[in-house]
């Protein structure tokens, strides 16, 4: 399919007076030819071929961006999940590997690299174990890095043990980062459904069904969305705002899938998909939570907020398919709270609550995402909120994650800040109760009965 010049006459409007960004170009790379027993030789051959695959990804994202005039706000890199390439080391060569990751990723220019990953949905290895142990060290001690462990699939049902771990996993990389609010936390996502192709971070990695080199990108609009829904009558009803969203999902995709497959052909690489998650970001005018207000939600949060989010996320969905054949990733819209000036405001407002976003959770593309919460939040909390969003995902067969910040020395009502695209945000209220005993059993949750559908 061509592209008019209308389109992209369009798309320098979008850009211009509406937020239209490309969230990110994400070069996914396969390791499996790096693997071995030796970390030294690791090392090495991880940081030689992500040089050599991702020399030029920077420089072609900023010609992109000077010749179409589309800002490309993030470059940035995943590679084949670090337990699978490593699988045979200990866990202080892991450290070492990530550190070669680390430096690849500044000699490049990208600003983060993903891939520190596990997939352990239905077990560990010696391997895995070695890596998510090493998590909160390699989190506090390199700057572009990102981790991600899946704990459950639809098929395999839910790994308890790799829950109950991954609680204390995130309250120890908070506690290592304590002089940045607990920013480690930030870069670390627990997946059920993990997709092997999602460009967004801190969760993408290139997974083993991929390709040797690809390229994703990550495109994302909520301002462009905001202001469609802002020309319509005042009693336009439910049908009216789903076909607008469509249609503007529809012309977001397409700037998206123009941008990723001149990029993939100058870097002389493959285009695998577009994502369209509408991913908010602290600016005003560019809020998930100002789209659902918009459809006449006095506040986000207040009862009808997962309906109009429901309607949000499908509209996005059914848009995109129609712009192009290669829509995959997460593609939906997200709810982070440090990362949405709307949902900031709805915390700070009492309308938005831990509960209410995870019932959000059941409809939108991904899950619990940038939340900070106490402190001294016990780990066994941690995992239990880890396992309820587990949950949502195994029983609905799609992706959820969580991304939970435990401030150090922050209690609710107190602000965390973390810069940049991160943003700021409220600490939210935890219950209180315990879920010790629970989380505690251990063992695997089993896979739903409609996971036996062959």
Not at 116 to 132: E, P
Not at 226 to 251: C, M, V, W, Y
Not at 272 to 282: E, M, N, V
């Amino acid at each position: 399919m061509g592209f008019a010049f209308e389109e992209i006459e369009e798309t320098i409007r979008m850009v211009q007076s509406e937020k239209l960004d490309i969230r990110t170009i994400t070069m996914g790379i396969s390791l499996r030819d790096c693997s071995g027993e030796d970390a030294n030789a690791i090392s090495k051959k991880i940081y030689d071929k992500i040089t050599k695959k991702a020399e030029n990804l920077v420089k072609v994202a900023e010609e992109l961006e000077s010749e179409f005039g589309i800002p490309i706000v993030n470059k940035r890199i995943s590679v084949t999940p670090i337990a699978i390439v490593a699988d045979n080391i200990k866990k202080e060569d892991f450290i070492l590997i990530a550190s070669s990751f680390d430096k690849a990723a500044k000699n490049v220019g990208v600003n983060f690299i993903g891939g520190y990953s596990a997939l352990v949905h239905k077990g560990f290895t010696d391997g895995d174990l070695n890596l998510i142990n090493s998590i909160p060290q390699v989190l506090s001690e390199t700057e572009r890095v990102c981790s991600s462990v899946n704990v459950a699939t639809t098929k395999a049902g839910i790994n308890m043990d790799a829950v109950a771990l991954m609680g204390k996993i995130i309250k120890d990389t908070a506690e290592l980062t304590k002089e940045n609010d607990g920013i480690g936390a930030a870069k670390l996502v627990v997946f059920c459904n993990a997709p092997e192709d999602n460009p967004f971070m801190a969760g993408a990695f290139h997974g083993v069904g991929e390709g040797e080199c690809v390229i994703n990108v990550g495109v994302s609009g909520p301002g462009v969305v905001l202001a469609a829904l802002s020309k319509l009558p005042k009693n336009a009803d439910f049908g009216q705002i789903s076909e607008t969203i469509k249609k503007t999902s529809f012309k977001i995709t397409r700037a998206g899938e123009l941008i990723g497959r001149l990029a993939a052909k100058r870097l002389g690489t493959s285009f695998g998909i577009l994502d369209l998650s509408l991913a908010p970001t602290p600016e005003i005018g560019d809020s998930i939570a100002n789209i659902l207000e918009s459809m006449g939600l006095s506040k986000c949060g207040s009862h009808g907020t997962t309906a109009a989010l429901a309607l949000l996320n499908d509209a996005v969905k059914k848009g995109g398919v129609m712009a192009s054949s290669y829509v995959g990733g997460l593609s939906g819209a997200f709810i982070p709270v440090s990362e949405d000036a709307g949902m900031i405001d709805a915390v700070e407002a009492g309308a938005l609550s831990l509960e209410k976003l995870e019932a959000m959770t059941c409809v939108c593309s991904v899950g619990l995402d940038m939340i900070a919460i106490p402190g001294d939040t016990p780990p066994e909390t941690i995992s239990a909120i880890i396992a309820d969003e587990m949950a949502i995902g195994m029983i609905n067969k799609k992706t959820t994650a969580v991304r939970i910040i435990p401030a150090p020395g922050k209690k609710e009502g107190d602000h965390v800040e973390f810069g940049g695209l991160l943003g700021h945000a409220p600490v939210m209220k935890v219950n209180s109760f315990s879920p010790k005993d629970f989380i505690n059993r251990g063992g695997r949750i089993p896979a739903p009965l409609h996971s036996l559908n062959n």
